[in-house]
């Protein structure tokens, strides 16, 4: 296919075909040379009905489920628009969640290696059951669905605060747990504060650089500051309403006349029935994944106040696979969209309505963590942000974890992170092999092409003392 470079980190995918928009790849040149097997899905994610703009990728962009990993794409609701599971991902409401201590570095060191074997203790990681907050009745977990971290926090888990620093304030809103399958609840019933496996991590980390002492000290950060970063979503209660609601969706097609070049695009009107249950269903397992990130931050501040001393402060929680109903300003007017973000973060500019008090002169912090060994970044969100104010979410893949283990060994990789003064918890050398560095690309190649682009602004980078891997 034919890419045109439209300006430095911005490349276009001209119609063709069936496409309804162009396609917009944000990259640079090296990155874009390991994404060109996700344009054919940038392609066909630009056919969908009703899609607005255009079909975009970010830096990290990767093959996914039908949509690639780090595409972002909006549809117009009240033309025609669809929703698809696909656009979301399995993982539904995957994010990252940032917790600063007040304590620096030097103040940890002495305690580190005691802290690390608490938190590897105290954080439930690795495929099936453990948890932190046992329910111990569906009736209960019908609640987490639906009230997310507020009803954890009214459970007494947590201060309200958290709510306040937390994307949606906690919950998002028309959660339809009647949406949710019996197989879906049976796998989320004890899972309820785990990390799972794959690239699912508990980091601690140290602010190795601060860029915008501004916008730093708004969201709580100062150079040297121990933080703590959890990456992880709705385990396998999110992977079961995906799966549920693509078979539904593939079967519903027909009868809107949709077809799609990929199966793995079914998808509905966003206000039919089948539409509106994916996006009630979907609504609860984010619901389910705001809840488990907090209830790991909770397990977290237990151990940092029992092994350090230390109190945890919540800077953010945001998703990074999600689908939204948004306001935006598209062809001069204010149009309804369902924004679908796939491996990418929404970075919401200074001044926007959906942001707290206290963040709303500085912008949204935007997590990006990055993988074992390298750093990870906070960013904001800026003025006419792209893309339906998103971004990229991590690094992205250059290797399937097929082709990770060949390449790396776990015990290698161990010994190597340890070398960099990395302590590394719970982790099999199988899980550390197919997560190792040299599996993605560089994360701060990444950021610079998002900042290039127009997508953010760099505010901080972090760099990991101890991880606690799946």
């Known amino acids: 296919m034919e890419v045109t470079e439209e300006r430095p980190y911005r490349f276009r995918i ?49 093959w996914g489920y039908g949509f690639p990993i780090g595409g972002v794409a909006a549809t117009d609701v009240d033309d025609g628009g669809v929703v698809s599971p696909g656009g979301v991902g399995f993982d539904i409401s995957c994010g990252v969640r940032l917790l600063a201590a007040d304590c620096d570095r030097p103040e940890l060191e002495p305690v580190l290696p005691a802290l690390m074997d608490g938190l590897g203790a105290a954080t439930p990681h690795g495929p099936g059951r453990g948890a932190v907050w046992r329910l111990g009745s569906t009736a209960r977990l019908e609640r987490v669905l639906e009230g997310g971290s507020r009803y954890a926090v009214e459970e007494g888990h947590g201060e309200e605060r958290d709510l306040l620093r937390c994307e949606d304030a906690g919950a998002v809103p028309d959660a339809d747990v009647g949406q949710v399958g019996e197989r879906a609840l049976q796998r989320g019933l004890e899972q309820v504060g785990s990390l799972g496996g794959g690239n699912h991590f508990l980091e601690v980390q140290q602010v190795a650089e601060v860029y915008d002492e501004t916008v730093a000290t708004a969201f709580g950060l100062h150079r040297g500051q121990v933080c703590v970063m959890i990456h992880c979503g709705s385990r396998g209660l999110g992977h079961q309403v995906c799966s549920d609601h693509v078979r539904a969706m593939d079967k519903a097609m027909p009868r809107y006349g949709i077809t799609v070049p990929d199966r793995q695009l079914a998808c509905a009107p966003v206000g039919s029935p089948a539409g509106r249950a994916y996006l009630g269903a979907m609504a609860a397992a984010a619901n389910y994944g705001r809840a488990n990130r907090h209830m790991l931050g909770e397990a977290a501040r237990r151990v940092f106040r029992r092994a350090a001393g230390a109190r945890l402060t919540l800077v953010y929680d945001v998703s990074h696979n999600l689908a939204k109903v948004e306001e935006h300003h598209v062809d001069g007017r204010t149009r309804t969209l369902c924004v679908h973000r796939k491996g990418a973060t929404r970075a919401l500019p200074p001044g926007h309505a959906d942001l707290p008090d206290d963040l709303r002169g500085v912008g949204q912090p935007v997590l990006i963590p990055g993988t074992m060994g390298t750093a990870s970044y906070v960013l904001t969100g800026v003025p006419r942000g792209d893309a339906f104010h998103s971004t990229c979410h991590g690094a992205g893949r250059v290797l399937s974890r097929h082709a990770a283990l060949r390449a790396v060994r776990g015990d290698e990789l161990r010994s190597r992170l340890e070398t960099q003064g990395i302590a590394v918890r719970g982790a099999s050398g199988r899980g550390l092999a197919e997560e190792a560095p040299e599996a993605y690309k560089d994360v701060s190649e990444v950021i610079e092409a998002s900042e290039g682009a127009g997508l953010c602004r760099k505010v901080a980078r972090l760099v990991p003392l101890g991880v606690v891997k799946g």
């Open 14 to 62: 001209a119609p063709r075909r069936d496409m309804r928009v162009p396609g917009i790849v944000f990259a640079s040149r090296r990155l874009l040379r390991d994404a060109e097997k996700s344009l054919e899905q940038v392609v066909n994610v630009a056919t969908l009905p009703g899609i607005v703009t255009a079909s975009y990728a970010m830096p990290d962009i990767h």
